[in-house]
Every structure is written in C-alpha cells, then in structure tokens.
C-alpha cells in the first residue's frame, strides 16, 4: 500500500481550516504497544476511507512520534495536518468517484 506519488500538496488555507476542524475531533486509532503494525495500519486506511481527518493519539512510542508521524502519512497516503502533543492529525481526500455507467447500450 503506497500512495505517495499522487499526493497534491495542501495549501496554508486549506491547512488552517484542517487543523480548526480537527480541534472538534476526538482520537479515532490510538498507536498501542504494536506500534505500527500491519493491523494498525490497515484500521488507519479503513478509517481514512471513511472520514477524510482523523486524529491518531499516541498511547505508546511517544519518544518516537516526531518519526513515526511522517510513516504513518506516508504508508497510508494521507496528509499529516499537525502534530500536537501525543496526537496526529491526517487527511485524505476521499477519491473522486468515477460516473457509473448507466447500463444504457446506445445503437
């Protein structure tokens, strides 16, 4: 799972109204003793896919968030908004869905 190459940098404007938004947020996936694993992981990329800015709250391996923050955006493609604290903040805009075909055959 990398997504890195797509990833359309955000503008300072759209920054602040992230970080003002994620103030309402509270922790969705905390790092536990597992770190991140591949379980964690694949919950991070779950969450992602159903809501665009999500807090991650570092429960354990705080000596290593200023690290581990950066990997967690990048292994799921999102967006590292802020980082306060024991607490992350990633976005990922949900993937613009294609128009579905009607199923209407035209002559």
Same mark, same amino acid.
């Given at each position: *799972?990398?997504?890195?190459?797509? *990833?359309?940098?955000?503008?300072?404007?759209?920054?602040?109204?992230?970080?003002?938004?994620?103030?309402?947020?509270?922790?969705?996936?905390?790092?536990?003793?597992?770190?991140?694993?591949?379980?964690?992981?694949?919950?991070?990329?779950?969450?992602?896919?159903?809501?665009?800015?999500?807090?991650?709250?570092?429960?354990?391996?705080?000596?290593?968030?200023?690290?581990?923050?950066?990997?967690?955006?990048?292994?799921?493609?999102?967006?590292?908004?802020?980082?306060?604290?024991?607490?992350?903040?990633?976005?990922?805009?949900?993937?613009?869905?294609?128009?579905?075909?009607?199923?209407? *055959?035209?002559?």
């Amino acid at each position: *799972m990398h997504f890195g190459a797509m *990833m359309v940098p955000l503008t300072n404007a759209q920054m602040r109204a992230l970080k003002a938004q994620a103030q309402r947020l509270k922790a969705t996936l905390k790092v536990g003793k597992e770190g991140l694993s591949p379980q964690f992981l694949a919950a991070l990329d779950d969450a992602l896919k159903r809501r665009e800015l999500i807090k991650v709250k570092f429960d354990y391996f705080k000596e290593e968030k200023k690290e581990l923050a950066p990997q967690l955006a990048e292994k799921t493609g999102s967006h590292l908004v802020t980082r306060v604290g024991n607490v992350v903040v990633l976005f990922r805009p949900k993937p613009i869905a294609e128009p579905q075909p009607s199923g209407e *055959m035209k002559p």
